[in-house]
């Protein structure tokens, strides 16, 4: 089991990254045209910030304070880099939260292989689906716009 130190360290982190993807999806709701696609977009973004709440809850019983919910140095670049291929519609929004999505994925991925308490390990399993879940939805629409383009041009 690891210490409780680096258990806090690796709730912080991703909390941290949820944090980063919250506002990721601000960027791109913002931009999406598509009101169905705005409005799971949304949802995800919800997912996020229920993420944020529940780990930050393992943390306060623990006795350790969560961190703020503000962006760090990467959580700026990504919400830069969302914010600019956003402005370019819909499919660069998609495109954008995408990236996003895969590195939210590897890092709950990563995490469902840490050697801490049940209760910790359920929820990183319960937020690892729903980030396969975000992550599958992006990629499926993004492909179905591909085909509906392709086959109306």
């Given amino acids: 089991m690891e210490s ?3 258990i806090t360290e690796h709730l912080v982190s ?3 990254i949820d944090i980063d993807a919250s506002h990721g999806y601000s960027q791109a709701i913002d931009e999406v045209e598509d009101p169905d696609i705005q409005e799971q977009l949304i949802r995800y973004q ?13 943390l306060l019983d623990m ?8 962006r760090d140095i ?31 994925n590897k890092t709950y991925g990563d ?5 801490v308490p049940q209760e910790v390990h359920e929820v ?3 937020n690892f689906t729903d980030e396969q879940e975000h992550l599958k939805y ?6 179905k716009r591909t085909w509906e383009q392709k086959t109306h041009v």
């Fill in 4 to 6: 409780e130190k680096q």
């Fill in 14 to 16: 991703l909390i941290k």
């Fill in 46 to 58: 919800e997912d996020h910030e229920r993420h944020i709440d529940d780990l930050s809850a393992l």
């Fill in 63 to 70: 006795g350790e304070e969560p961190p703020e919910l503000t």
């Fill in 74 to 104: 990467k959580g700026y670049f990504i919400e830069g880099m969302t914010a600019l291929r956003s402005r370019m519609g819909t499919e660069q929004a998609l495109k954008a939260m995408e990236q996003n999505e895969k590195l939210t």
């Fill in 111 to 115: 995490a469902r292989k840490w050697d």
């Fill in 124 to 126: 990183i399993q319960r």
């Fill in 138 to 143: 992006i990629q499926e629409t993004l492909k």
